[in-house]
Nanobody
């Protein structure tokens, strides 16, 4: 199983980015997909998750600014990030639980003027 993220990059404060993560391989059923991030010198933290029921969960820092969604047919999860600020700078990791925990390699998001 592979998780491949895309969509990271450099954005100015107040800007937006959309991250994508496509899962491939022998996937039987997906229980949870989501996004975590790790800023320099900090621990990895949950940003947003979406369950197979389509219910979602967000970190307080993401509520009202980020939106997680998924395309079940494509085994893909998205993270729309708006009103970005420098504190959002981090490596963003895609996560999936499908009987086991899977992680992508990460995509760097840098918010800077």
């Amino acid at each position: 199983v592979q998780l491949v993220e895309s969509g990271g990059g450099l954005v100015q404060p107040g800007g937006s980015l959309r991250l994508s993560c496509a899962a491939s391989g022998s996937i039987f059923s997906i229980n949870i997909m989501g996004w975590y991030r790790q800023a320099p010198g900090k621990e990895r933290e949950m940003v947003a998750i979406i369950r197979s029921s389509s219910s979602t969960g967000y970190a307080d820092s993401a509520k009202g600014r980020f939106t997680i969604s998924r395309d079940g047919a494509k085994n893909t999860v998205y993270l729309q990030m708006n009103s970005l600020n420098p504190e959002d700078t981090a490596v963003y990791y895609c996560y999936m639980f499908s009987g086991m925990h899977y992680w992508g390699k990460g995509t760097l998001v840098t918010v800077s003027s």
